[in-house]
């Protein structure tokens, strides 16, 4: 038997690292904007409630922020990674171990609590993640990753819960809350599928919970069945299963030995980073941002602990293997220090969109979609070779250090706890 | 391209918000006589900051702390892990700033006070919502 699963999830985990630093910003609709082509990709509750949705281009908000007092920002991703990093932290404290799913979600394990303790552990989470770093989170636990997944969701929206949801398998809570969730909002059940579902009569996570789950793998797939076990608390997704669709892709593996080499831990993140693009261009999106992190073995405490991560934003959201390669190299530039064992590296492409319906930016020329239209065929013949030759038979040199990184970042709140020069004032008043 | 020295073999654990010991010591090109007197390298981290995690810093502007030690272009070291007590350093958070005051009771009541009689004391209604952290240390650089 495996313990419970919690997922943490931080709340509007942008806004709310802009916030920490700007207590004003409190109660006021606020946006992050992505920093070329200036669309809303984080909201806080009041922007949302405004009726502003994600990927909204900032031109068509000038008449709400005059009026409403909306504030729109730049992104700031170092500030965003710092943070996150925070928040791992403090769950590594308080849990036996804990699974970066995105920038903003991490998974948690639970063992070793009782079930009356689990509830007490829980808010325990929910107090001093938000205590200890100012971000508030929302914190759901239960039998499986899935059911973890719908417990975050009702410790968020249902007000009842106050951000923490802990679900005992069987429960009146748990059969309640499968009977009110459509399927379309269980983990892993795409569009495509509700339609399918809903031809057998089934809506809710509680009519696939019923079902017999080699029924569901003989109509559909092994993923629906196992997302249906998964419902009836029997856990049997792993991390990083690659069926599942992906609202971030992420490659990691640990090195055969631990190893403190930079070039070799540089060749696996760049391996990684191919291989994540390479993924994101198999599920057509387009990434905005680039995720590195490095692990030592923490079940070694003779050797000194270093797990580092970093973030570099992308020029624009791009599906091009050369620049993502390009930002992992420069992210673990930013992280790498020599004299560690490290055990592990990985990759995460994180802030997808959907490729088809990427906004184009206002710079764009035609000059710039005949290059685009170049990479896309040049990209699409490398996964072709790679493909049918097997994995590695083409891939991309080292980038050329031209460090031409530049941003724009009109309105990036400053770098408040990563720059000397930026650090938060604090008025003596 | 001399390859980097580290005068400590095993840097200290403690990640970011402090910078990296990248160049503390030992740039030269030769070995470093540090490796004979390993653990005997003082760190100022491990010193200052107790809670990384929680742990941010903070330039100070305005004089009002200037009686408390705590003057114009300090550096704030603010944990956010500690449980407030009359007579602590506060970082709290008035009309949306952020502001350095020191925690005071005066009779029962609970206020926040400067270090210069000028100020008034402020009384806190809700303490759990005001405090943004608690100053563990100040780090006044003199000009050399």
Request: charged letters at 25%; a positive charge.
């Amino acid at each position: 038997m495996i313990g419970p699963v919690g997922l943490v999830d931080c709340n509007n985990f942008y806004v709310s690292c802009e916030r920490v630093f700007q207590p004003r910003l409190e109660g006021r609709p606020v946006g992050v904007l992505s920093n070329n082509d200036g669309c809303v990709i984080a909201r806080s509750a009041e922007l949302k409630a405004l009726g502003v949705e994600m990927g909204t281009p900032a031109f068509e908000l000038r008449d709400l922020v005059r009026r409403q007092g909306v504030v729109l920002l730049s992104s700031n991703y170092e500030l965003y990674g710092d943070m996150s990093a925070r928040v791992r932290e403090v769950l590594e404290e308080l849990c036996a171990g804990v699974e970066p799913y995105s920038i903003d979600e991490m998974f948690i394990h639970g063992d070793g609590f009782s079930r009356r303790q689990l509830q007490d552990h829980a808010q325990e989470i929910h107090r001093k993640v938000r205590r200890y770093t100012g971000i508030p989170v929302c914190v759901g636990l239960a039998a499986t990753r899935t059911l973890a997944k719908l417990a975050n969701r009702a410790a968020k929206s249902v007000p009842g819960y106050a951000g923490v949801c802990v679900l005992s398998p069987g429960s009146p809570d748990a059969q309640a809350l499968l009977e009110k969730t459509p399927l379309g909002d269980v983990w892993g059940v795409g569009h495509r599928l509700v339609e399918r579902l809903a031809l057998m009569g089934l809506h809710t996570a509680a009519d696939l919970a019923a079902q017999d789950p080699k029924r569901i793998r003989s109509h559909f797939s092994v993923t629906l069945e196992r997302t249906a076990r998964e419902l009836q608390g029997t856990p049997c997704i792993e991390m990083n299963d690659t069926n599942r669709p992906r609202d971030r892709i992420m490659t990691s593996r640990s090195f055969g030995r631990l190893t403190s080499n930079q070039d070799e831990i540089h060749q696996a993140i760049r391996q990684h980073a191919q291989r994540s693009a390479e993924k994101l261009r198999a599920q057509d999106s387009k990434a905005r941002a680039v995720y590195v992190f490095l692990k030592t073995n923490r079940h070694r405490p003779d050797l000194a602990q270093y797990s580092p991560s970093a973030i570099v934003e992308l020029d624009e959201p791009t599906d091009d293997s050369r620049p993502i390669l390009h930002a992992a190299t420069q992210a673990l530039q930013a992280i790498y220090r020599p004299n560690y064992l490290f055990m592990k590296a990985g990759v995460m492409l994180i802030d997808l969109v959907d490729a088809n319906r990427q906004q184009l930016s206002l710079l764009d020329t035609p000059q710039r979609q005949a290059d685009r239209e170049r990479n896309d065929r040049l990209m699409a013949t490398l996964d072709q070779l790679n493909q049918k030759m097997g994995r590695d038979t083409v891939t991309l040199g080292r980038p050329s250090p031209k460090a031409a990184w530049h941003l724009r970042c009109a309105n990036r709140t400053p770098r408040w706890t990563t720059q000397w020069r930026e650090l938060p004032y604090v008025t003596a008043r | 391209m001399p390859k980097i020295m580290h005068p400590h073999p095993t840097p200290t654990p403690l990640p970011l918000p402090h910078p990296l010991p990248l160049t503390r010591a030992g740039l030269s090109g030769f070995p470093s006589p540090a490796q004979d007197y390993e653990g005997r390298t003082l760190d100022l981290n491990e010193r200052l900051v107790k809670r990384p995690a929680a742990t941010f810093f903070m330039t100070v502007t305005g004089d009002s702390m200037g009686p408390l030690g705590i003057h114009e272009g300090d550096i704030l070291v603010v944990d956010r892990s500690i449980d407030p007590r009359p007579g602590h350093i506060l970082v709290a958070m008035l009309d949306g700033e952020l502001t350095v005051k020191r925690y005071e009771r005066i009779g029962q009541r609970p206020y926040l006070c400067s270090g210069n009689p000028r100020y008034t004391p402020i009384p806190i209604a809700d303490l759990e919502c005001q405090v943004w952290g608690v100053v563990r240390s100040v780090i006044h650089e003199f000009p050399v």
